[in-house]
């Protein structure tokens, strides 16, 4: 209704940019086109409710984070449980207190911002996270080329230290078969 929509806009434009809509078509287009911190939609409207603004906005992984107040004059319990059951983050009947208004929009406010924020810095953390997975591989890379260095390096030595030993015993039948030939051939 246009004066309830007035009334809205005029209450809460105090503390935040409002987008109105008509209908809960209309609104659902402008929450698809430029996401909100919060909807505040009256259950009875045309062409769509509010009850099935909130399925909508809920049902879609785009908009479901999107906090919904719902706003009504029915204060049947059967009422809320439906408008919670779809989705809503809560549930508001008029008439209403502005100020209780204004503090439960607060709120989803605030929620909204920390569920955004939260969501950043897991983004950032999973990044950080990669990056320390990658640092890692790399790290136990380098420790397998290094561990392969080390046993070709010990190869080396064992092999080094075999021709040393082998060498000692040819060196000295070398050296012994020289003085053999020397002394046969004095002796002749």
């Known amino acids: 209704n246009p004066d309830m ?8 434009g105090r503390e935040f940019r409002v987008h109105e809509a008509r209908n809960g078509l209309e609104g659902l287009r402008h929450v698809r086109a430029a996401p909100p911190a919060v909807v505040v939609t009256d259950v009875m409207m045309p062409e769509m409710s509010g009850t099935e603004l909130c ?13 919904v107040m719902l706003v009504t004059s029915k204060a049947e319990r059967e009422m809320r449980i439906e408008g919670l059951e779809r989705g809503a983050d809560d549930y ?7 100020r209780e208004l204004l503090a439960r929009v607060r709120a989803l ?26 640092a890692l591989s790399e790290l136990r890379e380098t420790g397998l080329r290094l561990a392969q260095s080390e046993r070709l390096a010990a190869v080396g030595e064992l092999a080094a230290g075999i021709a040393h030993e082998a060498n000692n015993p040819v060196n000295f039948a070398s050296n012994a078969v020289r003085e053999l030939a020397r002394q046969v051939g004095e002796l002749r």
């Open 5 to 12: 929509r007035r009334l809205l806009v005029q209450l809460l």
């Open 109 to 134: 406010a605030r929620l909204r911002r920390l569920q955004l924020e939260a969501a950043v810095k897991s983004r950032e953390l999973e990044r950080a996270n990669a990056g320390l997975e990658a």
């Open 55 to 67: 399925r909508a906005l809920k049902s879609d992984p785009a908009t479901a984070g999107i906090p």
């Open 92 to 98: 508001v009947t008029k008439p209403f207190h502005p």
